[in-house]
Every structure is written in C-alpha cells, then in structure tokens.
C-alpha cells in the first residue's frame, strides 16, 4: 500500500504534465499576490497621508469648462459628464483620423509604385519627411499655422457662407425642418436599395458575365431619391450662417483649430506608415497577377481594385490595425495644443481633485477598452479578407 | 540633492529642537551681523540677481528693509535662492532667518507648517489680459470671449467660477506648455489670456511681440496675498520683519520717500516724528536703532518707491497699483500707528 502511494508520487512528480500544471498555478499565484499586495499597499499609503481614495468624486461637480464637446456641457455638470465630453472628443478625432489617414495612405502608397516619376518621387518625399519627423513637433506646426489665420474681424469669407479665422472654420448648417423626415427615410430607402442593386449586380455577374454600372445607378438613387422628396415637399431650405457677434462668429457649425491641427497631424503622420504598408501589401502580389489580369482585358483601374487589393488586404489589415490603435492613441498628444480630449479633461480633473491614481486607471481603462474594441473591429475584418483555405 | 538636504535638516530640526526661546532668530541674526533672507530663484519684479549677481525685487527689498533697520545698513543681507518645494523647511529648518519669496499668506501655512506671516507686501490674484485693440477696458465686458489658460491646481476653476457667477459664457483653450499658450494668446487664438496678474505681466513684458499692444484687466478673480514669513517662536524677530515692511507703507503714507528724508526729519508732524525716530520710542521697544525707520525710508524707499521700481512704471512689467495702492486711493495698503 505504502509503496504504491510512493510509487504514485514519484509517477507524479515525473509526470511533465503535472509538473507544468503545478508550474501555472505557482505563476498565477504569484502575479495575483503581487498585485493584491500592489492595490493593497497604495490603499494603505493614500489612507495614511489622508487622500481620498475611490471614485465617489465622479458624481461631484466638475465646476470648469471644455471649449468644445459633441456632448453638452456646463461648469456645474459632474466630472463624469466631463470625462464623457473628453471621450466623446478623442473618440471624433479619432474616427475621422483614421478614416482621413486610411484615405491619404491608400493614394500615396499607390502613388509611390506609379510609372509616372514625379508622382512616385513626391509620394516617397513625402513618406520621408513626414514619418521620420517626431509628431509632436509636427502637431506644433500644423497649430501654428492654423492659428496664424487672421482674426474673426479680418476673416476670410470664401463665400458659401464658409468663414476662415484663427478661430477655426465655420461652415452653414442647414436649419432643421419638419418636411425633413420624409427626407431621411427617402434617403434611408436609396441607401438600402444600393446595397441591394450591388447584390443582385455582383449576382448577375457571376450567372451571365455581364457587368451592370450598380455603383453609377445607385448614386443617382441615392441623391435623386431625397432630391425629388425634398423638392416635392417644395423644397424649404433655411441656413444657419455665422456671423461676426462680440468676439467671435456665432451661429452655423465649427471646426476649431485644435481639432482641425490635431486632425491633420495625425493624419498626415500615420498617413505616411499607411502608405508604406499598403505599398508592401501590392509588392507582396506577384506581378504575374497583374499581368494576368491585363492580359484578360481588365483597365488598369480594374486590375487594381479587382485583382490587386483583395490580395494585398491580406498583407495589410494586420499592421494596419497596428496603425490605427497608435493613431488613437497618439490623439493624447491633444493636450500640447489644447483640444479637450480624454487625457486633458482627465488631467484637470486629477488637478482638482487630487484621486491621481483613480483618474488616470479611469484613463487607461478607457483607452484599453477602446483599443481592444478597434483591434477586435479589424481582426473580425482581417479574417473576412483573409486567404480562405480549401 | 540640496532639496533633500534641506528636508533632511527640517525633519532633524522638528524631531530634535526643543521649543525655541524668545528672541532666538533675533539675538543670533544680530551677532552674525547680516540676515539670511530665502527668495525666488529668480522671479523678474519680485527677486531675481543681474548680470553682476546683484538682488532686486519687491521681495528683496523687505529683506534690505529689515537689514537696514537692525544693523542700519541695507546691504547686510545673504540672499538664499529657493524653489517651490525648499522654501518652507528652509525656514522651518533655521536655514534661512526670513523668507520673502512671493509666498501666499494660507491658514494652514501659518498654523500646521510652523510659521508666522508679516505683513502683505503684494496682492496678486487671477487677472486677464487682452490686446488693446479689442478695446476691452474690464473683465466684465468678456462675455463670450475666447480665454487661452494653463491646466493648474485652480486656475480653470476659478475662470469658471467667475464667468458663472456674472453670468457670461466663455470658450476656454487649455494649453499644457506656457510656449504654446503664450503662442496661441499672441497669435489672436483668444481674445484674453488669464493666470496671476504678476505672471500675466512678465509674459507681456518677455513674450509679447510688443508689450505696449497689450492690457492687464484691473479685476482679479482669486485671492493670492503674498506676505514675508518667519518661524514660529520668536515674537521680537516677527515684529522686526512687520514693521520694517510697514515702515515702507507707512512712509508712503507721509509723504516721505528717499530723497526727502532728511527735510522731513524737521517735519512738524507728530507722526512723521514718531515715525522718523526724531520723538524717540519705537525703536526702543522693537529693540534696535530709534532712526531704524529714517535708514529704512533712506536706503531701500518708501513701498510706492520700491513698487514702482521693481514691477511698476520704472520696470519693464508695467504693473499699476491696483490693489496694491494705498487704502487712500482704493488700496487694500494700511499701516497701523506707530506709537
């Protein structure tokens, strides 16, 4: 019996498998020792200097300003709310950024494989200049120059009712009427009709061969469609121009040139890693393929976007998703020009309060959830264009 | 390291020093024959050295004043050079005798930090300033106005608070480096600029392309009273350093400035006497020189003098009186008698 049992043990400790398993549990241990006696500690240290600790002071009132928010907000609004404001903010610049910087990236990376030598040798400056200039500098010149615009009483009035200051752009917005309802669900209607023609277009391809102008079609539902609504409802059209009032414009909407000089450095700067990575991604697709393509009667245009992008995506997507975490990341950098993003909000905040350790694992938080989600978004994208095995 | 020497001195000094006899700080400033004065590292208008290494500023001169009326002499002086962070357990310490380093006057300074507040010899508070174009002449008539600021412990705060309780809206642009705020304010981004009046004045008078393009708003939004302090304990010495900055106030208030001096000693004022030493007592009962006052108002000036010289018309900061005036004309400056 005796010797059975030690005969067990010793089959145990030999096993790798129980060794590896004992190995784990240590480790795990370990790390969750290490950061209770870390959380622990830092509690014990903030109780004993009298800091206050938890986040009790979110529902306080925040009591300063943001210059500017998709969300509204006023002074006596809670911190929370504040911290929305910033998100919202950094959330903005970032959608758009990336949108911007995806834009830039395709043309110049594309540009940068062109026959024509001017345009290939200006996108490969452009790429050197840009990506090898640290972005914070980069954000100091594109603020400089949008605050070196004259001032609202100088203004630059392009016409359209577009206003060009040192206080950003303003641009008209048209003011909201009744009749627009109808409007938006004609809209609604032709952008659903689009996706449908598409379908039934690439169908009928495949069945026949025959291509059909899907896209030409649908745009022309799509503007034509609210375009008739909206002139069978007699067409009330109303703008909301800025005019000069005090200090500033008041009236019509704004891009501030925090936002716009953010926007375009991190635009611009990740623009130039984007085209660099879509510039390997068509190296990676053999030229035989292009030749292929060309030889069975595809445009170039055609051969591009048919034959060459559905594969070079799969190069692209994964350090793409890279470029596009950094961008949202990088757009933290607001602070150094005064855009209220979730960092600068964030800071004032731990400034008022003092609950540093609370606001900035709010802030990290924050950024890991928003980064995770964007870097979930592109792996669900990358595994739809990825090479499907047979 | 000198930080932490200096600490390392403070905590020494509070674990080991017994309860400081009255009259300390006096009799050792007295038979070392200079004081040891703590002051800005280098703050224009307030206490900042010239090129040859010698101190002037609104703050050096409380020290001067207080050399002047004990050893009657203005030029006693050590000068100790100090940030943020060292200038309390400097004092704390008995590394320095007095410090006179635009310092705001605080309860929990003057109670739980072991000090002792003197008189205010500035009061600085959140102001605004804006360029002369816009022709804006008060706070008051910023509604909707774009204001450039730093992130700080309570100057957002407070231009909220201000702007809620007139009742007018604002656009802030919160900026984290003084370059690209002082920048952004310069370059027309906001229609006004705010942070302590006293900064507000050495960014017009170092940064702007043209100091005279620009105007400091006579409101100020926060309270900052910036007062000489000495350690707790040593009743004489605490007097000494109040009434050296008094005289100042107190000579404004006669009439009596640098160049005077000698005539008003003739003066038949009953006051200007007591104050001049001529009808002796005061100087008896602070313990020095009965003409510690006539050598203060001699060498260092009356406080309009040495306003004006340091941060006023005669300096490149420009800063008027405001607050800074003699309660006869608006001011919040008042010396009590000296009888």
């Known amino acids: ?390 | 390291m000198k930080i932490i020497k200096t600490v390392m001195a403070a905590a020494a000094a509070a674990m080991f020093a017994g309860p400081a006899l009255a009259g300390q700080t006096f009799d050792s400033v007295k038979a070392k024959g200079f004081v040891q004065c703590g002051v800005n590292l280098g703050l224009y208008g307030f206490s900042a050295p010239d090129d040859k290494g010698n101190w002037s500023g609104l703050d050096v001169d409380v020290c001067r004043a207080v050399a002047a009326a004990l050893f009657g002499d203005s030029t006693k002086v050590k000068f100790t050079p100090l940030s943020a962070q060292q200038r309390l357990p400097a004092l704390q310490s008995g590394e320095i005798d007095m410090l006179a380093r635009n310092t705001t006057w605080t309860l929990s300074r003057d109670t739980a930090n072991g000090l002792n507040f003197t008189t205010v010899n500035y009061y600085d508070g959140q102001g605004f300033m804006v360029a002369k174009k816009l022709g804006v002449k008060s706070a008051k008539e910023l509604n909707g106005a774009t204001v450039c600021v730093l992130p700080g412990t309570t100057t957002e705060q407070n231009l909220s608070d201000y702007f809620r309780a007139t009742k007018m809206t604002f656009k802030p642009v919160v900026i984290e480096k003084n370059e690209e705020l002082n920048g952004a304010f310069f370059s027309g981004r906001c229609d006004a600029i705010s942070s302590d009046a006293s900064q507000l004045a050495a960014i017009r008078a170092n940064e702007s392309p043209n100091p005279d393009d620009y105007v400091i708003l006579p409101e100020l939004i926060s309270k900052e009273p910036l007062a000489p302090a000495v350690r707790q304990g040593d009743d004489q010495w605490m007097d000494l350093v109040r009434w050296s900055g008094l005289a100042m106030i107190a000579a404004e208030e006669k009439g009596i400035t640098s160049a005077n001096v000698d005539q008003m000693m003739s003066s038949a004022d009953p006051e200007v006497k007591r104050l001049l030493g001529v009808t002796p007592g005061n100087g008896k009962a602070l313990g020095i020189d009965e003409a510690w006052a006539a050598k203060i108002i001699k060498q260092v000036g009356n406080y309009g003098e040495s306003f004006e010289r340091n941060v006023g018309k005669g300096s490149k900061l420009k800063i008027s009186r405001g607050l800074n005036a003699l309660y006869t004309q608006g001011g919040l400056l008042y010396a009590p008698p000296f009888k």
Request: net charge positive; charged share 10%.
């Open chain 1, 1 to 390: 019996m005796r010797a059975k049992r030690q005969g067990g043990m010793r089959a145990l400790i030999y096993s790798a498998r129980f060794r590896g398993l004992v190995y784990q549990v240590v480790v795990v241990a370990a790390v969750i020792a290490l950061g209770w006696y870390l959380v622990n500690n830092t509690l014990a240290n903030l109780a004993a200097r009298g800091i206050a600790t938890g986040l009790s002071f979110l529902g306080r009132e925040a009591g300063f300003d943001i210059g500017e928010g998709a969300v509204a907000y006023q002074a006596s609004d809670s911190y929370l709310r504040a911290l929305v404001v910033g998100l919202f903010n950094t959330l903005s610049v970032s959608v758009v950024g990336i949108i911007l910087a995806s834009t830039l990236g395709l043309v110049i990376g594309i540009a940068r494989l062109s026959g024509n030598w001017i345009v290939a040798r200006l996108a490969t400056l452009y790429v050197e200049a840009v990506r090898n200039v640290p972005l914070l500098l980069q954000l100091f010149v594109w603020y400089g120059l949008v605050t070196a615009l004259p001032g609202p009483r100088q203004a630059l009035q392009p016409g359209l009712g577009l206003v060009l200051s040192n206080r950003g752009l303003k641009i008209p917005l048209p003011v909201w009427h009744e009749t627009y309802g109808p409007v938006m669900i004609a809209l609604g209607v032709a952008l659903a009709g689009l996706f449908f023609l598409r379908r039934w277009a690439v169908a009928r391809q495949y069945r026949t061969g025959q291509p059909f102008p899907w896209a030409a079609v649908g745009i022309a539902g799509v503007i034509g469609l609210p375009g008739l609504v909206f002139l069978a409802v007699g067409a009330p059209l109303e703008w909301d121009l800025p005019r000069l009032a005090g200090f500033n414009f008041q009236g019509g909407g704004t891009l501030s040139p925090e936002f716009v000089a953010l926007l375009m450095g991190l635009s611009v700067y990740t623009g130039a890693f984007i085209a660099e990575i879509v510039r390997s991604g068509i190296l990676a697709v053999p030229p035989g393929q292009t030749e292929a393509a060309l030889s069975l009667g595809l445009t170039r245009a055609q051969t591009l976007r048919l034959v060459i992008l559905p594969q070079a995506l799969r190069v692209i997507v994964p350090p793409l998703t890279s470029q596009y975490l950094n961008l949202t990341k990088n757009s933290s950098l607001a602070v150094a020009i005064g855009y209220p993003d979730l960092v600068s909000v964030a800071n004032t905040t731990i400034n008022q309060t003092g609950q540093a350790v609370e606001g900035v694992a709010l802030v990290m938080g924050v950024f890991l959830v928003i980064s995770l989600s964007l870097s979930w978004l592109m792996n669900w994208y990358n595994s739809r264009v990825a090479l499907v095995t047979r």
